[in-house]
């Protein structure tokens, strides 16, 4: 399993004890998304802007961003 993945597992494992920072929280949501990226890039194409794929990182709209850190399950259900 990709260590991304794992990490974030563990992120929504502890959010109930407030044990990560909301920054640390951004770096682990941007983590997963790339990592979603990378092995599943059939499902993520569809939130690109850019097809350059030297410009992932600028890929990612805001609206999804906002979604994401407003709703991490939002990650590990809907897609």
């Given at each position: 399993m990709n260590e991304d993945i794992i990490d974030f597992q563990i992120y929504l494992d502890a959010r109930n004890l407030q044990e990560y920072t909301k920054r640390t929280y951004f770096f682990i949501i941007i983590s997963f998304y790339k990592s979603l990226n990378i092995t599943m890039p059939h499902i993520m194409n569809k939130y690109k802007?850019?097809?350059?794929?030297?410009?992932?990182?600028?890929a990612l709209p805001k609206k999804l961003?906002?979604?994401?850190?407003n709703n991490a399950v939002f990650l590990c259900y809907d897609l």
């Open positions: 802007k850019n097809t350059n794929p030297e410009n992932t990182d600028k961003l906002r979604k994401m850190v």
